[in-house]
């Protein structure tokens, strides 16, 4: 095991190290709605919005009666629990899922839920104290300071306050002049003096949204040619490397090279390319079965007699890659019915050819599965495996646990996976060129 870890070559997704982008300002000064116009203007799934009102601290009972009152000081750093922030803030960076706190206002206490984030290329932390902590400015790329007149921050606070958080207006005014207003000269203001960008007069600004629009994309361009270049790397390595034992071709018996003939045979018909290629993912799911973990069993036959068998331990999930590792469903529900199924969408830019996920749902609770199969019919070069099994592995999942299944590999793909994560098991039919068009899917769909 230590020679194989010794061994491992390093890939770094391109959510690893995100860019963090600070917005502070006085409360109504449009920190909101900077947020939300930078990420409309650029219109990708990868730039995330994290509001600093989700880490306001649990409430005792001495402060929730002054919160109901409007006696509580929500604008001073004390009532952030900034541990908490940093800690998720240091999750990300590494390129983890960070679970962030839901802050109810009209209850004034955290909710029992949280919500998830993960695989950001770009965050957006805004809060009027997003500048505020030494060690969340460590970890910040960007810092912007939104400014407003006081009498607009005014008015935007009570139209938001009584709209969206169940106050009256009576109690606004009272929490500005109590608690906003000196706050402000006390702790917001001085974070202009960190702060890279000064915007004046919030989302109407758009010289300064130009400005750092162009920053993003500009990260954005980086991040892509850094993880191109680290999966050339990994191929310029191992490509003439021998594959590893960890990779399980399914034996040529004549019948499987008999429907593999059929599969393969361009004037097969629809009707039997699915009924083959089925037949091929039920021994594929079921040969990836044969590397999960056993224990002795012994059950009592019709005859009367001691079996001494084996029985599949704990819970196997699987993750299908979209589109084409639906095509393994089929065969997956004659092997495991009842097995718990996860989606991955991870698509090749048509103009960089650099893999990108675009959505991710996972069955619950996947980190203590025993097992978990990841299902897609064809690898060439390995960047969308590489990806997938990295999201598992983020979520908890060890990689003993993980097996990868295939139709086609190339042995170049087959290198770059085993050399990344050596303990994973790839189960695969065919040995094929390294570089070979996706066409399963759209023939088993026939579009």
């Not at 048509?350 to 025993?370: A, C, F, S």
């Not at 199969?373 to 598992?392: E, H, K, N, R």
């Not at 994560?421 to 570089?435: K, L, Q, R, W």
């Amino acid at each position: 095991m230590t020679d194989i870890v010794s061994k491992r070559a390093h890939y770094s997704p391109p959510w690893a190290d995100v860019s963090i982008i600070g917005i502070a300002g006085s409360s109504g000064s449009g920190k909101s709605t900077l947020s939300h116009a930078i990420v409309s203007k650029l219109n990708l799934p990868w730039v995330v919005i994290l509001s600093m009102d989700s880490f306001y601290k649990t409430l005792d009972e001495e402060g929730s009666h002054k919160a109901f009152r409007n006696e509580y000081d929500f604008d001073s750093p004390e009532a952030i629990d900034f541990d908490v922030l940093v800690d998720r803030l240091r999750e990300l960076k590494a390129g983890k899922r960070a679970e962030i706190p839901i802050y109810s206002f009209s209850k004034h206490a955290r909710e029992k839920e949280t919500t998830s984030i993960y695989s950001p290329h770009v965050l957006i932390l805004e809060g009027i104290l997003a500048l505020y902590d030494p060690r969340v400015l460590g970890l910040l790329d960007m810092k912007i300071f939104c400014e407003a007149d006081a009498d607009t921050c005014l008015s935007r606070r009570i139209l938001r306050d009584v709209a969206e958080r169940g106050r009256d207006i009576e109690g606004c005014i009272k929490q500005w002049f109590s608690f906003v207003k000196p706050n402000f000269e006390r702790f917001v203001e001085p974070q202009r003096k960190v702060a890279d960008i000064i915007v004046p007069r919030g989302v109407e600004n758009r010289v300064a949204i130009t400005m750092v629009i162009q920053y993003i994309e500009r990260k954005l361009i980086e991040k892509s040619k850094t993880h191109r270049a680290e999966l050339r790397k990994l191929g310029q390595n191992s490509q003439d490397d021998p594959l590893s034992v960890k990779v399980l071709l399914l034996e040529q018996t004549s019948q499987v090279k008999g429907m593999n003939t059929i599969i393969q045979d361009i004037d097969t018909s629809a009707e039997d390319f699915i009924f083959y290629f089925d037949r091929m993912a039920t021994l594929l799911i079921e040969h990836a079965m044969n590397n999960v973990y056993f224990k002795e069993k012994i059950v009592e036959t019709p005859a009367g007699n001691k079996y001494h068998g084996l029985v599949a331990m704990g819970e196997t999930s699987a993750v299908v890659v979209l589109r084409a590792g639906s095509v393994f469903e089929t065969g997956l529900k004659r092997v495991l019915p009842d097995c718990r199924t996860g989606r991955l969408l991870i698509q090749s830019n048509i103009r960089t050819g650099e893999p990108e996920l675009h959505y991710l749902k996972l069955p619950g609770n996947i980190e203590k599965h025993d097992n978990v199969l990841i299902l897609d019919p064809q690898m060439s070069s390995g960047g969308a495996a590489l990806m997938a099994i990295q999201v598992l592995v983020d979520h908890g999942v060890p990689e003993e646990k993980i097996v990868f299944v295939t139709y086609f590999a190339g042995k170049l793909g087959l290198n770059r996976l085993t050399k990344v994560f050596p303990e994973v098991n790839i189960v695969v039919c065919t040995m094929v060129a390294d570089f070979e068009e996706r066409w399963i899917a759209r023939r088993y769909f026939g579009c």
